[in-house]
């Protein structure tokens, strides 16, 4: 007598981290400075991705971290913020950016990009990421040393902590951010038991069976100096979770 077994599944069927890393590198986006008058030319600062209104679609919208950007007072007029888009699978197009909206806060920035749209990543509820969950990131690590191909790293949501307590060195508390744990201004931000290097940041932490983007590539642990990251890596980063991008899109679309 056959025996048939069938089997209900609660919800969608989720894809591998391979299927994802297919869907989410057409979106991401070297960011950085174009000045003829340098050599080379180009300057990579970090990672960006495409983002939509609604999640869907294609789009010219782009989020990086607001630190990739040339620094506040040290702004050369004749370099022109860049990104380069993939539009082949070994061809890079170079577009200038405008800078919608920075959200100091949260260390995001929003940008606009020249020429045809690019497949947008959709958004994830980083609302519901849990400690233990499994999240992949994808970027441009070490400046592009290793090659303009965008690299993924497997990681852990280690920990879910107040934002306030990594310090842009990495190393201790400052006064500014006592008083925001104190004052409640502090948000929570993830701690990924992965190893980014500084060009990663700005890049998308995703969830590795769907591709949704759950978070921005935001800083590294540094145990000692900035080189040391490169020689000595802490395994140590940091992720704005992506509900803060959000607000950001709402606001132009509102505009």
Known sequence: ???????????????????????????????????????????????????????????????????????????????????????GDNEWQVRQATVLEVDKRHDLALLRFDGPAAPALRLGDSGAVREGQAIAFMGFPIGGALGFSPVTHRAMVSSIVAAALPSPSGQRLNEKAILSLRDGASFDIFQLDGTAYPGNSGGPAFDPDTGAVLGVVNMVFIKGTRESALTHPSGISYAIPANHILPLLQRRQNN
Do not use: C, W
Request: hydrophobic share 50%; glycine share 8%; proline share 7%.
């Open 1 to 87: 007598m056959a025996v048939f077994v069938s089997v209900f599944f609660a919800g969608p069927l989720k894809a591998d981290l391979p299927s994802a890393i297919v869907k989410v590198k057409p979106s991401v986006l070297l960011v950085g400075i174009y000045k003829r008058t340098d050599s080379p030319r180009f300057s990579l600062r970090g990672t960006g991705f495409v983002v939509a209104h609604g999640n869907l679609g294609s789009s010219n919208l782009a989020i990086t971290n607001a630190h990739v950007l040339q620094p506040p007072g040290k702004e050369d007029v004749e370099a022109a913020l860049v990104v380069h888009v993939k539009v």
